[in-house]
């Protein structure tokens, strides 16, 4: 993100008007390489293209905010890989990390990994490092710590179903897990921020949440998400969970967060009553079946629509419910700026 751009942002959350209304998205893997011509493979491997990518995207849609922005990321593998995790990577399909705990009695045996030895977390701390410089001579700033959440990232280490599951047969279990990964999480996002000055916001991604009921949420995920964003202080607080968001929506302020990225089957309105008015939208015209499937008129019409059912635009940024997903061109890209500068 650019100078501009970032005060814009902060101006956003801080409840001032902006006009134009601001058009933020999550770009990462699962579009960069598609709408770039290139492999996934390649984007993930080759320094060089993963930063000519982010480049042509800032400077093709400079009128759109990129979220965290020059995002340096390995799939859902780099969080995992640091415990071990033994991670499957194909031409032009996204990578996988494969479970580690295949008996409860496994998490007994897990430590706390070093984000700066550790997995390819090294390699993410590498390449921002390498491509500073040239991010900063485009007029850009590594803005953000990004990690996925802890319930993500066991979800993986376990097995979906295995982690859900043990929430009722090993409950003390899941929640050593959870305090292991939160320990690393913490070391992760103050590696990156020790490491980079600029840093001045986390973003959490974690759709597990989106899973939890209302007591689950309490127990599981509430006490460790609010111990990673209180683990720096940051002016921007960013949680990604496009699954289900009642259940976290009205306790995202008690947790520190004030931008929160979350499912298209949520509208504005009903999510604004449920966080309340202090915490900035990123939303939120559907991404698959819109922004990728839908024609560009049929785009502008869908942002018109949202901005329509909001009638405070305040702690307001247009975007989809959830990241930007493959297959969406630049010209329904371009049609959902210029609606919502229109």
Known sequence: ?????????????????????????????????????????????????????????????????????????????????????????????????????????????????????????????????????????????????????????????????????????????????????????ISWIGAQKQTFDTIDGILLLDDMVGFCGPDDFMEFALPYLTRIYNSLNVSVKFFHNDAGGRVCAPHLSQMGINLFNFSFLHSMEEMRQWVGDQVTLLGNIPPRDVLAAATPAEVRNAVRQTMESIPDKRRLILSCGGGVPGGVNSENLQAFITAAQE
């Not at 859902?76 to 990577?89: D, L, R, V, Y």
């Not at 032009?92 to 008996?103: G, M, T, V, Y």
């Not at 998490?107 to 390449?127: E, M, Q, S, W, Y």
């Open 1 to 185: 993100m650019n100078a501009q751009q970032w005060q814009t942002l902060l101006d956003v959350i801080a409840g001032k008007a902006v006009k134009p209304m601001p058009v933020g998205f999550i770009i990462d893997s699962p579009w960069l390489p598609g709408w770039a011509g290139i492999s996934t493979l390649d984007y993930f491997a080759s320094d060089s293209l993963w930063f000519e990518v982010n480049r042509k995207a800032v400077q093709t849609f400079p009128e759109a905010m990129f979220l965290p922005g020059f995002w340096a990321e390995y799939g859902m593998c780099t969080e995992p890989s640091a415990f071990g995790a033994k991670c499957t990577w194909h031409e032009n399909e996204l990578p996988f990390a494969d479970k580690i705990i295949w008996q409860i009695t496994d998490i007994d045996h897990l430590t706390c990994p070093n984000p700066k030895t550790d997995g390819l977390a090294p390699f993410v701390l590498h390449r921002l490092q390498t491509y500073r410089r040239p991010i900063e001579k485009l007029g850009h700033a590594i803005r953000f710590a990004a990690a996925r959440g802890p319930l993500n990232v066991a979800s993986f280490l376990m097995g979906t179903t295995e982690f859900l599951t043990a929430f009722r047969t090993d409950t003390s279990k899941i929640h050593t897990l959870l305090e292991i990964i939160t320990e690393y999480t």
